[in-house]
DNA sequence: CTTTTTCATTGATTTAGATCAATGCCATTT
DNA sequence: AAATGGCATTGATCTAAATCAATGAAAAAG
């Protein structure tokens, strides 16, 4: 159990044997059917979760109702609502299964301890917040900076794992288009 | 020297005098003056900058040549490209100081090295990243759910202090408006 | 003090993307 | 096999913001 979670801690930071085995008891884990919660706004987010196998997504839900997804998560992320599960205040998202996974959670008080007790869990917290700060910011760019079609085509090219698994709507909503939109963008690219 | 730095490092995290003695060696202080570069697009980002007393901005350049402002750091804040701090590739990002400014640079060998030997300093620098991850999902999350209107208040509400001292054509390129768009919006509020 | 330059405002027009509405297609369910 | 719901596509229209253009005011430079 908690091969890929493990996998990952190595490939970052040289853990030894000894500090993965000290990790493993801090760690529960979960099983998700697709389209089942693993948060929901208005509770607050009491776990940090790595993705072992399947595929969340986290998403806010606008005044008309349109959800508007913040993050996907394929094996290997991590997923949460980070500032909910700092502050312990409610969380606006919401975060469930696309697909039938699996998954490594960490709870507050374990990522804690963990914090204190493995210098090395440390460093590899901090990496994991990095790439994510680093994603974003790409993101954001790519938001102000290209136009649709080119932002569409830059998001194929970097995550065409995800587009082969997710409906299209939903990697609409992710760029913030209607799926109206994405479609015609779509037609648009194919035809040049 | 270096008053404000220290200032942030003790306030985040439990520092010791002479923890604190030990980092000075790595910190090198750099005056800008009003619109002067710290770093320009196509050079490697050799330096992450806390702002001491002044004001900054990153920005990036469209095909138009138009610029979008990607952050702002009064003083206080880090500011720099971080992407190409980490990995040495040359920077897509301009930095220039909006009024004469004092920093702290720290290199990215003075930056690996404190993160080494001075396990609070990677205490610190994590907590930093994750502020700043947890403002740009934020501000991910503004940008796609919310209307120009609530957009343009909730950043003057979160940042009275960078309304006052910037001019009001970069609030409209941080925002992703044109200058005109955001004199409108202003307007309207104003009315209402 | 005068001359530039920078900046904010306002108006007229254009345009990209949203919205509204309908159709057909799979994939499940029954 | 029929029925249902989720999904992508297409068309017609609407709208928010961009663009183009001009004016003044304020700030900086000479």
Redesign the pocket.
Known sequence: MYEVFFQSLRSKVPFTDEELEQIRPYLTPKKLRKKQYLLQEGDVCKYACFVERGALRSYVVDD?G?ERIVQFALEGWTIADLYSFITGEPSTYNIDALEDSELVLISKKAHEELLEKIPRYETYHRLQITGAYLALQRRLVSITNL???ERYTSFMNLYPNIAQR???????SYM????????????KLIRS
Chains 1, 2 share one sequence.
Do not use: C, D, F, N
């Not at 913030?176 to 037609?187: F, I, M, N, Q, W």
């Open positions: 008309k349109t136009s649709v079609e997710v409906p299209q709507h939903m990697i609409a913030g288009l209607t799926p109206e939109t994405l479609s015609r963008v779509r037609k």
